[in-house]
């Protein structure tokens, strides 16, 4: 009898355990170029597969698997002695019909409720394309690492296997993760229970009772409002028994204490009342029109958060809904933030403790960017949270498209998530025991490798994008089906009743006594904990119910200031920095006993050193935050030996808090998101983005305008995030000068936001301090400097950082300019000041006073005021701006100061010098941006 293929090669002793990695390497370059192998190999290789042809379809994991069995079995090599090339022939085609199933196997599986979704199958699954027939359907095989039980059987038990495991109501996807232990992981849990296990009659009740529930609900909406937008569930029900089990056995670890959830309009209300444990009568109210106190303008009810504590088996579990906004996705780097604080407050550096849960739409998956954005944080150092399970409610439609070549460029709406290897599981919306299986799939693999997943629900939405919506008009065959399509309760209450695990009666009861609940405005979820344990919050106490005041104690000792900066400039033993970092160092040495100025770099960064020893935690981040963009902070240092990194801010006391530094990915929108919701969750700490350039923030408006400057009137969140923008007129071009103060100025009202202009370091140190020692928290929006990090003029001493306090108005400062004498006022806000000053030098005027407006909003009239009062003599004011006209502060802010100047004598009136309206942010020439620059500073002095 010949011997097999496996055994001679194992006889040449060109294999042992030992070099089967080299064997691997070789068989994979082979398949890359035949010729590159030796003549030996190459016809060893080529007898592998049936056909040389088909040697590329054997996953080269498959070959080595087998060289590491014979390695560690030689017995089993000796015995396959016994078979004849032509099984060897067909076993080796098995095992690449098993890779089929494993890889395309989702592609006929019965995943579409509706039964519209049709594929062809692939010729990968079929018997043929591999050389085998129906006739070897009784034939035993080897198994392989088929995790079915047993180490042989039948082809038509392995094929049965196969087609149970991938190609029923769930789905898996998976090999395209590289990670050998991850895929053999997901394997065995599909495989081994061929992606079905036997649920026990509780759970199969419990099932029911969460499908009722999320029916009964959409149900009693649709009587009592009838025609009222809420976005229901009808249609994807079996979200809610998904989240139910995802939140169940997670806290059933014992270590999942906090589940934070994302998700957009459809069944939010659902989820709400039936998971978070809304009382129904609250959402009554909702839809009845009623104010909540303490909100201007408030939101919809279907953009509400919520949170609560619900009982596990593991013990008491937070849960907490984020607020959003109708722009979709968004949400998600928010609770990515927010989570990321919790794990942080805990001292998780796992993230076990935290789960985030993201629900999305499935056009919006596939549509919008912040998605891919936030995939690609997952296993960031910033942004990493253990792992996220997202959940993608499949409608198969967006708003009204519902082909495939107008909604995505990809197969599923989940392919996105392949970027970061998230393994994908599909399930049918309408098999509830498959929902159940995805759920606890789900959990187990993110709690075993801390990595993203993602459940494709597969449904479909009953009453259209809303219910004044009526669909059958842009989807008449599609909706001809659903009118004909049964409730998923419906069918899996009969199927529960045919196998006699409840009765009819026992299936009405659950409906009656949800709906008895719902008329007497009772909770409805069984494990809401009515008392919960308030340690699980975040506590917000201190920082509520503070008016708006400018006002703050920001001094800090000035020994201890010292002292600090000893400390700044101390490196390990070794560090070698690099040449110009050097004499940054040396400068600031001298800085810090008063033989030099202090300068930006030297005052932002003893202003955290000085939080840091209070107590309060400092997180930033951005593009390039450790260094600054213009080379300033350097608050990251990068050994020039070995490329190690020091940040000595995180190295002043064995006690203190954390100081994080992260330079971010380029992102600006799931960034500043994930930043919102971390500052959100921390309320005691500054949390700081910092754009790289000021109008990078462009790419993140829908954060500014929907989170930062709104959330708190919408919906009662208070946030203390502070956004450092660079800006000012350089020369540098349209989209390296502006940060587009306008915009955030249009944004002001009713003291949502601090817009502030800082001029001089001491100005950027009080103020980082006041946005964390005030207990107020209000974003802040600080237009912060690039020439002004080094300007010869923009200096402060030891002694402004130790004694003296953020000023929202400047006023003269040179003690030549005599009040009396002033007949000409330049208001004015940001680096332009300093250019006014050196003309004013070189005109020698002592009739002109320049008064700086550091804070544009809540513009500080009653300061300006007082500041004005001894210019009695007055017969011009101007305001200068670097900004074009129809940009900056000018017509945002020029009503505040008409106020003030009328007050101050009603024969005075308000002058603009400035560039001149312009579609663009800056000129691109810098001869130009030259000649518009001595144009301004003329105009202030003349006009």
Known sequence: MQESVMQRMWDSAHISGGNADYVEELYELYLQDPNAVSEEWRSYFQKLPATGTQAKDVPHSVIRDQFVELAKNPRRA??????????????????????????????????????????AAPAELSLAYYGLSDADLDTQFSTGDLAIGKSEATLREIQQALKETYCRTVATQFTHITDTQQRNWLQE?????????????????????????AEGLEKY??????GTKRFGLEGGESMIPLLDEIIQRAGATGLTKEVVIAMAHRGRLNTLVNTLGKNPRDLFDEFDGKRVEGLSCGDVKYHQGFSSNIMTSGGEVHLAMAFNPSHLEIASPVVEGSVRA??????????????????????AIAGQGVVMETYQMSQLRAYKTGGTIRIAVNNQVGFTTNRVDDVRSTEYATDVAKMIEAPILHANGDDPEAVLFVAQLAVDYRMTFNRDIVIDLVCYRRRGHNEA??????????????????????????????????????????????????????HVVKSLVKEPNKALFVDWTPYLGHA??????????????????????????????QRQVGKLLE?????????????????????????????????????????????????????????????ALQHLSDDQPPFILYDSFLSEEAVLAFEYGYATTTPNALVIWEAQFGDFANGAQVVIDQFITSGEHKWGRLCGLTMLLPHGYEGQGPEHSSARLERYLQLCAEHNVQVVVPTTPSQIFHLLRRQVVRPLRKPLVVFTPKSLLRHKLAISTLDELANGSFQTVIPETDSSITASKVQRLILTSGKIYYDLVEKRQASGRDDIAIVRIEQLYPFPEETLAEVIRPYTNLKNVVWCQDEPMNQGAWYCSQHHMHKVLKAHNPALSLAYTGRPASASPAVGYASLHAEQQEQLLNDAFTA
Request: glycine content about 8%.
């Open 469 to 522: 919506d009526e669909p059958s008009g842009t989807q008449p065959l599609m909706y001809q089906q659903i009118a004909k399509q049964r409730t998923t309760r419906e069918l899996y209450a009969d199927a529960l009743i045919n196998a006699k695990v409840v009765t009819a009666e026992e299936a009405q009861a659950l409906v009656d006594e949800y709906r008895q609940a719902l008329d007497n405005g009772q």
């Open 587 to 647: 400068d600031r040495a001298k800085m810090a006993t008063g033989e030099l100025a202090i300068n930006w770099g030297f005052a932002e960064t003893a202003a955290y050193a000085s939080l840091l020893t209070e107590g309060y935690p400092v997180r930033i981040t951005g593009q390039d935050v450790g260094r600054g963009t213009f080379s300033h902070r350097h608050a990251a240092l990068h050994s020039q030996k070995d490329g190690s990194n020091y940040i």
């Open 342 to 363: 919790r794990q942080d407050r805990r001292g998780d550096v796992k993230g076990d403790s935290v789960l985030p849960i993201t629900i999305h739409g499935d056009s």
């Open 78 to 119: 000796s015995a396959a002695g016994s078979v004849s090339p032509e099984h060897e022939k067909k076993q080796v085609a098995v095992l690449q019909l098993v890779q089929g199933y494993r890889t395309l196997g989702h592609r006929v599986a019965q995943l579409d409720p509706l039964g519209l979704q049709q594929k």
């Open 221 to 226: 909406l649709g009587t009592k409002y009838p």
């Open 548 to 577: 708006w005041t400018a006002d703050c104690d920001t001094r800090f000792d000035l020994k201890k200031l010292q002292e600090l900066s000893t400390k700044l400039l101390k490196l390990p033993e070794g560090f070698v920095v």
């Open 189 to 213: 849990r599909v495989e081994s229970v061929r992606s079905r296990p036997a649920f026990s009659a509780e759970a199969k009740k419990h099932l029911l009772e969460r499908l009722t529930a």
